[in-house]
């Protein structure tokens, strides 16, 4: 494990494709494989992935431009929206219906763009509150505390195993409110390992956090994949994509323009297009927000 | 001059009155949906008269004993919440609200129709079905007490059982909300998406909580008819906005608030009627008839709220830690 700070070269997966990376390339062996996925609001079509295989085993970045599809296309598969057509497995399992809760269940867990810390709920209760399967979670059971104190312990001491893990063990007692933006953001993640997922989805884990930080959620990002576990994110800076990822998929206005390799990748004309493409039209006012909220995460850092 | 020995003992009464512990029941089931879980009921009022009529109409119209009564009472309530929540608990936070006030309002409605006077009592609703809660009086016939708090055998025995299921009802809310599925309902208020994002069935428990605080809810409305008839026109909107004024006094996600903000409202409410009304009648106040005092004491309630909710907006057993959060 890296969490000691140190900068450490990672270790990429190779192999991941059979024959040329082309936007919907086959894998030697997905996790996720979608099909035909579309959707609209209104008029504008904000996803439209004919087919695509995420590999397993192994970091895989989904890039491109402001309001490309991603997050939406993040919601699909996860069950947080429901597409106007087609069809999407998960370990071999249709996903198509399948409500929120019950693809987490199944082991794909999610994280959000805007980190939704539940406030109000200490940094422990909010790790605790992502453990699978607790008794003590059913109205009936939860009165007989004897039902359900052993599991709780445990669930305690797993929890306080990955805060300490994470840097936010001194933080446990207190509000999740209380935290900067990216401890927000390590705590997002250090609860979806309470679930022990297979497929860990993170929506831009890096924005608005402080650069101080992003070695260390870099990090932790590697330990996934470590650990055995496959890890599809959205990400805007190249760099990092570089640093990290195995593979990288690159949406631009709801489709998979392309895919690769990330040194490759990034020389692909395509890539490049919808990149400038994006610059060009009215995207701009989109990231001039969002350098807007990544300045004022920053700031809050500070604090 | 103004008798104020009979106010002071007159207000003292309210603080262990059936009628306190009904509405710091009916707050309790509030705590429940929308201190804990953020749920917007505005329909509380409605499950208060589904337990009154529930269990008047049970006894009268079917003879049925009082467990019978109660458990109609209680059915009727979880029909109505499924009824509420099936089509809104998907949908956001507002959608509960506008449903439940509506559907509260229509109860109250039917329950007043001369349509079905022969079950209901139309207007001047019902009476005479306390037969059974007396028979079951274990208190031997006489006077009991001490100073303002001097009762005969009936008036001890319903405020005993009156209490007795506020204090079951408290200790059960809270070993669950310091249990897993309470850590779940409080994830849900923060942020139900986070919640399902992490595997849980919000809108299962969602549901689970209006059914649970609603049945508080039915329950106070039985407590509510002990000492008094069922007059449907004690279930308006208005009902609704007073447990939550006493639920925001005494605290929103607390146990012990709703109860302690029955009393203080009850206490205050008592206090100013009765000195309002005297103080009219020792002319004190020339310009104002006895009706207009009567109004008054709500206002001279709502001031006093408004003042506590200014100075102390987390509630009276509310965590001023938690607020400095809120967004
Ligand atoms: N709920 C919604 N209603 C209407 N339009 C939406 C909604 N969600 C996303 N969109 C639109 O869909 C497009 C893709 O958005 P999004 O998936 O957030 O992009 P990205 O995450 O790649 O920046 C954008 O044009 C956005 O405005
Ligand atoms: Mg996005």
Sequence with gaps: MSDNGTPTTPVKTTGLH????????????????????????????????????????????????????????????????????????????????????RVARMGLIRTFQLTKALGLLTVLDNMKLGAKQQTGENLFRSVLPFLWRKQEEEIEEKA??????????????????????????????ARALMSDPTLVMLDEPMAGVNPALTQSLLDHILDLKSQGM?????????????????????????????????????????????????????????????????????????? | MI????????????????????YALAALGLAIHFGYTGLLNFGQAGFMALGAYGFAISTLTFGFPVWASVLVGIGASVVFALILGIPTLRLRADYLAIVTIAAAE???????????DDVTGS????????????????????????????????????RILGWTVVILAALFTWSIMRSPWGRVIKGIREDEDAVRALGKNVYSYKMQSLILGGVF??????????????????????????????????????????????????????FFSGFMARAVEAGWFPF??????????????????MLLVVFRPQGIFGNKKELSFVR
């Design chain 2, 106 to 116: 229509i109860l109250r409605l039917i329950f007043t129709t001369n349509t079905f």
């Design chain 1, 230 to 303: 496959t890890v599809l994110f959205v990400e805007h800076d190249m760099h990092m994509v570089r640093h990290i990822a195995d593979w990288v998929i690159v949406m631009a206005e709801g489709k998979i323009v392309a895919e690769g390799d990330p040194h490759e990748v990034m020389s692909d004309p395509a890539v490049i297009d919808a990149y400038l493409g994006a610059h060009h039209d009215a995207d701009l006012g989109d990231s001039d927000d969002e350098h807007v909220h990544a300045m004022k995460e920053l700031i809050d850092d500070e604090q």
């Design chain 1, 18 to 101: 059979v024959g040329e990376p082309a936007p919907g390339v086959k894998k030697v062996d997905p996790i996720i494989v979608a099909d035909g996925v579309k959707r609209t609001f209104g008029g504008l079509t904000a996803v439209d992935v004919a087919h695509v295989e995420i590999p397993r085993g192994a970091i895989t970045a989904l890039i491109g431009p402001n309001g490309a599809g991603k997050t939406t296309f993040f919601n699909l598969l996860t069950g947080f929206d429901k597409p106007d057509e087609g069809k999407w497995e998960f370990d071999g399992r249709s996903l198509a219906h399948v409500p929120a809760y």
């Design chain 2, 123 to 158: 207007a001047s609703g019902l009476q005479g079905y306390k037969g059974g809660i007396a028979a079951l009086n274990p208190i031997p016939p006489g006077t009991y007490g001490f100073g303002p708090f001097t009762y005969n055998a009936y008036d001890w025995w319903i």
């Design chain 2, 3 to 22: 008798d104020w020995i009979q106010i002071f003992s007159n207000a003292a009464q309210e603080l262990i009155s059936p009628t306190t512990a009904a």
């Design chain 2, 288 to 305: 104002m008839t006895q009706v207009q005092a009567g109004q008054l004491r709500f206002i001279l309630v709502g001031i006093a709220i």
């Design chain 2, 217 to 270: 809810g039915t329950l106070a409305g039985m407590i509510f008819i002990l000492p008094r008839a069922v007059v449907p026109a004690n279930y308006q909107t208005s009902l609704t906005f007073f447990i939550y004024a006493i639920l925001l006094l005494g605290g929103a996600a607390t146990i012990l608030g709703p109860i302690v903000g029955s009393m203080i409202f009850w206490v205050l409410l008592s």
């Design chain 1, 160 to 189: 306080k195993e990955i805060l300490t893990r994470f840097k936010l063990d001194a933080k446990q007692e207190d509000y999740a409110a209380s935290l900067s933006g990216g401890q927000r953001k390590l705590l997002e993640m």
